[in-house]
């Protein structure tokens, strides 16, 4: 308790919107790996964490989209993890996150090859992570063709990050399921 | 796709706005004829959208989408990924294409020229010179040509969705000739050395300077047009595309700082608590938003130096950031705190882990429960308990405690806090101790009286409306979370995007929430496929049978199930005076007392049951559906029995000793009733969950765990918390009770889940069922509640011998005594009088803010219905500009096909 002013200076706190949050998580960050994270963040250590123990924490370990949350959070795109992309992470799944916030992630962890739209070939992928393959492909197929066509509004066969944002609103679940008690 | 209609010929020597024309109307027939899908109606409609909503919506003419665009040519995103627009992957004929959509733009390259087929040719040479290759990024046609393209309103916002936006993994070192990518280059430089050095590596093709002026421009471009719009006021659908804004006002290719700096100034022109929400809702790496709080500090302080502590010349400057710093710290530490004042985060979070959001919700509604107990609960101590039991009456309470009053509230708690016949009619502080219906005066009033009844009328009063706000707020927003303006139905789109719960952390529940999804998946498809097979005659008529039924059945077990209370009480109407005449030992006395209250609870719990089993039978398709017939069922026989109750105690056919107040043995029922709800979820749960189990994996050696039950957990909930409103008045700590309750409740109910119960495999829309069960709280529960309370204060005459409010007419009445009381002693607080008398007598008054509020929700509900049409039509007009979007582009590629060959 006694150190906890000297791990932020007050002009870093300012910056996080988790700052209630902002000492568990900064413990949590370190207890992945105490000893390459030092108790003092103000002189503004370069520390990476690498995906192997960002995803090996409870509250990621079994989800079928960790890999895809530890890179779309990381600066470099791989998956390693600075304190300020960890608390990123954490801020955007919390449930003080706005819902366009929220949604904009969402879309960004489902865009699996990264072209900034949901094509099938990233609907399939997703859809066999949330089944683990237990679907047939035909199945999979129908299911993907379905969902482009409910969500896709403008008819191009591939959802935007609007058509994304439009459907979510209808999502009343959204803002409660997207999000990781910590 | 099918062409019914010729495409008007484009090579005739129509006018360009002609041709416009019809392309809409041609697309507007073209959509009659897809009007086998499900956006079939816009054949009908699309011609007076155009026109009516542009203005209204600030809609840019003819949106047209880019995606379409590369759709229609078969590039698909070629175009994008290789850079900028250069010759040779650009279609020769695309400034033509953005000309025809932008009407007013295309003065700028094709000058008009009606009368004449060339206006769609290709213009000269020099007009799209810069589609040459070779051509540098900085030649004067650029930006003209961005400026069209961006004109072409992309639904894509929020990037760099340019042509020239790099691709994933692209180094600065390939440094394609791009737009925003030489933006990023220049703005390298500027950026401070704090920002982490991967700023240069936009993840994913998005780059945050694109992030910076979309919400830069957000309001930029709309002071123009209005007076000054906050950044917040702009919705969803009115977003402007950022390529657009942030061509018209970032001519001189404005550098990542300039943009950081340009949205620090329309951030600082917010209010301090809209600008920490819109820097939340930012979606930007936290490295940005620190550079952008530091921008936001340097234009606070007008000089651009921020103050440092060590530069300061003066001591007061010192102190005053020494104490502003303390002051951070402090505000640090407290927030620091905050995690620990949060009750039973952990519990929950467990509790989310394994079962998901749908039993979590079970939990949260338990605790919102529980914050409105203590709520009243503090305000009834405060004003009323703490203060009588700090004056208590001359007669003390003789019986002594035997421990049977836990469960039956009677014998030693009669004569304590807990019931409304222990509470003096006297002005607590007044020595003289008068009392108020006692017309003499005292002769020295204390200086601040402290009158007993009406704190006790008030601090309910108060108490309740605290409670009616609260209600009503976590209604409005609950509601406002789960049902939104113009929602239909995209099951499995959102079953694919937000089925899965980022909560659930443990490994089994995880494989679990897997094969449900698949199950439903599997389900929903299935449902698409039968939809148009409807069953048979026979089938149908047999299902219809076997609802009847079973309504008949629970509608009579019901109706049985009221009937048998109301003998009941008769019946014990006279036993139990029959046992007062012979006095017989206190324990048959109060042993008879709890057979009611047994009564009740056990056909509440057996009904229940029983429910599930007709819902078992029925075989309902929708889980929702089957919820909701349940409850329905289950809420029908409990405000039935509650109703029939609550008539029995009007009519005061209560049987009380005369030394007690009838008011007191309403609250003992209460009391009982409530405490007989508790041994009753006790027993349910031992014997529905854990013995269930046992036998279950014990005896027949199945995997199976029972489920948790979520929808009868909470109407149990609903139904205590209905006793606890209805016997505020009579017992003013029955909301200790309560609390008592909920707080054992979540113990138990915790330990029972997590020892017994397996994940729900019953699809469950948290949300809506949530706002489901507050309504349920506030209508029939809170509602009927404060109606029988009102009709006891205004119209039911209090007991003659205790209580309060002993020889008034009725409880009401003390008002109006204190007011003349008032007007007597203080003639300057007339006002108060006046108030009392025209505006809470008057009943002209109450007619007219009801009938206002009446009003004000009729014009709401109308303004959501027009939003609704809204979005319809703007739907429709999407769909509508897609196809026209893709008719002009094939119409447009046979053209150059017919030119090339001729030429």
Redesign the interface.
């Known amino acids: 308790m006694g150190n906890?002013?000297t791990i932020f200076t007050?002009?870093?706190?300012?910056?996080?919107?988790v700052?209630?949050?902002?000492?568990?998580l900064f413990y949590r960050y370190r207890d992945l790996a105490p000893q390459l994270v030092p108790l003092d963040y103000t002189d503004?250590p370069d520390v990476t964490l690498p995906y192997e123990l960002i995803g090996s924490m409870?509250?990621l370990?079994?989800?079928?989209?960790r890999q895809r949350i530890a890179e779309?959070f990381?600066?470099?795109?791989d998956g390693n993890m600075?304190l300020?992309?960890f608390?990123?992470m954490f801020s955007v799944?919390s449930e003080?996150?706005?819902r366009?916030?929220k949604a904009?992630?969402?879309f960004?962890i489902?865009?699996f090859?990264?072209?900034?739209?949901i094509c099938k070939s990233d609907?399939e992928k997703?859809?066999n992570k949330?089944?683990?393959n237990?679907?047939t492909p035909e199945?999979v197929r129908?299911?993907c063709e379905?969902?482009i066509y409910?969500?896709d509004?403008?008819?191009?066969?591939?959802l935007?990050?609007?058509?994304?944002?439009h459907?979510?609103?209808?999502?009343?679940?959204?803002?409660?399921?997207?999000?990781?008690?910590i | 796709m099918k062409e019914p209609c010729t495409p008007p010929s484009a090579s005739s020597s129509r006018s360009r706005a002609s041709w416009q024309r019809r392309a809409q109307s041609w697309s507007c027939r073209r959509g009659a004829e897809v009007g086998s899908r499900s956006r079939g109606r816009m054949g009908t409609v699309c011609v007076p959208v155009y026109p009516g909503l542009q203005p209204q919506l600030g809609l840019t003419p003819l949106p047209q989408?880019e995606?379409?665009w590369?759709?229609a040519l078969g590039t698909q995103?070629s175009i994008p990924r290789d850079g900028v627009l250069q010759g040779g992957h650009m279609p020769r004929w695309a400034p033509s294409l953005w000309a025809l959509s932008t009407p007013s733009l295309t003065a700028h390259i094709l000058p008009p020229s009606p009368g004449h087929p060339a206006h769609l040719a290709p213009p000269d040479t020099s007009a799209f010179a810069w589609l040459e290759p070779g051509q540098g990024e900085q030649h004067p046609g650029d930006s003209t040509t961005l400026r069209i393209l961006a004109s072409m309103p992309s639904?894509?916002?929020?990037?760099c969705?340019l042509p020239s936006c790099p691709p994933?993994?692209a180094t600065l070192a390939r440094a394609t000739p791009g737009w925003e990518l030489s933006h990023l280059l220049q703005a390298c430089p500027a950026v401070p050395a704090?920002a982490?050095p991967?700023v240069l590596?936009p993840?994913?093709?998005?780059s945050r300077g694109a992030i910076i002026s979309q919400y830069y421009n957000r309001t930029a471009r709309l002071r123009r047009r209005r007076s000054r719009p906050s950044l917040q006021q702009l919705s969803?659908t009115a977003r402007p595309s950022l390529r657009q804004y942030d061509l018209e006002s970032d001519p001189a290719r404005a550098t990542l700082q300039d943009k950081r700096s340009l949205l620090a100034k329309e951030l600082l022109s917010l209010s301090p608590s809209q600008r920490s929400?819109m820097?939340?809702?930012?979606?930007l790496?936290?490295?940005e938003?620190?550079a952008?709080?530091?921008e936001l500090d340097e234009q606070r302080s007008p000089l651009g130096l921020r103050p440092h502590p060590t530069a300061s010349p003066s001591p007061c400057g010192w102190c005053k950031d020494y104490i502003t710093?303390g002051c951070?710290?402090l505000w640090?530490?407290l927030?620091?705190l905050?995690?620990a004042a949060q009750p039973w985060?952990y519990a929950?979070?467990q509790i989310?882990?394994r079962f998901g959001?749908s039993v979590l919700s079970y939990f949260l509604f338990l605790k919102t429960l529980l914050m409105f107990n203590v709520f009243s609960l503090l305000i009834l101590l405060v004003f009323v308990v703490a203060l009588q039991a700090a004056y208590p009456p001359a007669k003390a309470n003789q019986q002594p405690f035997a421990g049977f009053e836990l469960l039956t509230g009677a014998g030693y708690f009669t004569h304590s806090l807990l019931y409304y016949g222990y509470y003096s009619n006297i002005t607590l502080n007044d020595p003289s101790a008068s009392s108020l219906s006692g017309s003499v005066a005292p002769s020295a009033p204390p200086r601040l009286p402290y009158n007993m009844p009406l704190a006790y009328l008030f601090t309910v009063g108060v108490s309740f409306f605290a409670t009616c706000i609260l209600l009503v707020y976590s209604m409005y927003r609950s509601f406002g979370?789960?049902?939104?303006v113009?929602?239909?139905a995209?099951?499995?789109?959102?079953k694919?995007?937000?089925?899965?719960?980022?909560?659930v952390?443990?490994?089994r529940s995880?494989?679990l929430q897997?094969?449900n999804?698949?199950t439903q998946?599997?389900e929903l498809?299935a449902e698409?496929r039968s939809r148009s097979c409807p069953l048979s005659l026979c089938q149908r008529l047999g299902r219809v049978a076997v609802l009847l039924l079973a309504w008949v059945l629970s509608l009579g077990t019901v109706l049985g199930c009221v009937v048998a209370v109301h003998y009941l009480l008769e019946h014990m109407h006279v036993v139990q005076q029959e046992h007062r005449a012979l006095a017989g030992s206190t324990w048959q006395r109060e042993g008879i007392l709890l057979v009611l209250p047994l009564t009740v609870s056990l056909l509440n719990t057996l009904m229940s049951h029983l429910y599930n089993l007709l819902a078992i039978c029925e075989r309902q398709d929708s889980p929702a559906v089957e919820v909701y017939v349940a409850i329905c069922r289950n809420l029908l026989l409990k405000m039935l029995v509650l109703g029939l109750l609550c008539y029995h105690w009007l009519s005061r056919r209560v049987v009380c000793s005369d030394e007690e107040c009838w008011e007191t043995c309403v609250g003992q029922d209460l009391y009982r009733f409530m405490v007989m709800d508790f041994v009753f979820i006790l027993l349910d749960t031992i014997f529905g969950e854990l013995v269930f189990r046992l036998i279950s994996e014990k005896r027949l050696k199945r995997k199976q765990r029972p489920e948790f039950d979520i929808a009868r957990n909470v109407l149990e909930l609903i139904y205590g918390q209905t006793l606890t409103w209805l016997g505020v008045l009579f017992a003013p700590l029955l909301p200790a009770v309560q609390v008592l309750k909920l707080l054992l409740l979540f113990y138990i109910k915790k330990t029972s889940l997590m020892q017994n119960c397996q994940a729900p495999s019953k699809p469950w829309?948290?949300?809506?069922m949530s706002t489901v069960f507050i309504t349920l709280l506030c209508f029939p529960s809170f509602l009927g509640a404060a109606v029988f309370i009102s009709y006891i204060i205004w119209s039911v005459k209090p007991s003659e011998t205790c209580g309060p409010f002993q020889g008034l007419e009725t409880i009401y009445k003390s008002v109006n005594v204190w007011a003349k009381l008032m007007e007597k002693s203080s003639p300057n607080i007339t006002w108060l009088t006046w108030i009392q008398q025209y505006l809470v007598e008057n009943t002209f008054f109450l007619f007219f803010v009801s009938g206002v509020l009446l009003a004000m929700t009729y014009c709401h509900i109308q303004v959501v219905k027009g939003q609704r049409r809204i979005i319809c039509l703007l739907?429709e007009q999407?769909?509508n500009?897609?196809?026209d979007k893709?008719f002009l582009i094939e119409k447009l590629h046979s053209i150059y096909q017919q030119k090339e060959e001729r030429a």
């Open positions: 906890k002013q007050p002009e870093q706190l300012d910056a996080y919107q700052q209630n949050k902002l000492n568990g503004k409870p509250e370990k079994d989800n079928p989209f779309v990381s600066e470099d795109g600075t300020d992309d608390l990123d799944l003080m996150a706005p366009d916030l904009y992630y969402a960004k489902y865009d090859n990264n072209d900034d739209y609907l997703t859809v949330l089944t683990r237990e679907l199945e129908l299911v379905k969902v409910e969500a509004l403008d008819n191009d066969g591939k935007s990050l609007e058509d994304f944002q459907m979510i609103i209808r999502a009343p679940d959204f803002l409660s399921t997207f999000h990781i008690r | 989408t995606h379409s590369h759709q995103r639904r894509t916002i929020g990037e969705r994933p993994g704090a982490h991967s590596l993840p994913a093709g998005r969803r929400h820097l939340l809702s930012l979606p790496c936290l490295a938003k620190r952008l709080w530091r710093l951070r710290h640090y530490r927030l620091a905050l995690p985060h929950l979070k989310s882990g959001s979370e789960s049902y939104r113009g929602s239909s995209g099951d499995l789109a959102i694919v995007f937000c089925a899965w719960d980022f909560k952390v443990q490994r995880v494989k897997c094969e999804i698949c998946l599997k498809l698409r829309q948290a949300s809506r739907k999407i769909a500009e897609g196809e893709i």
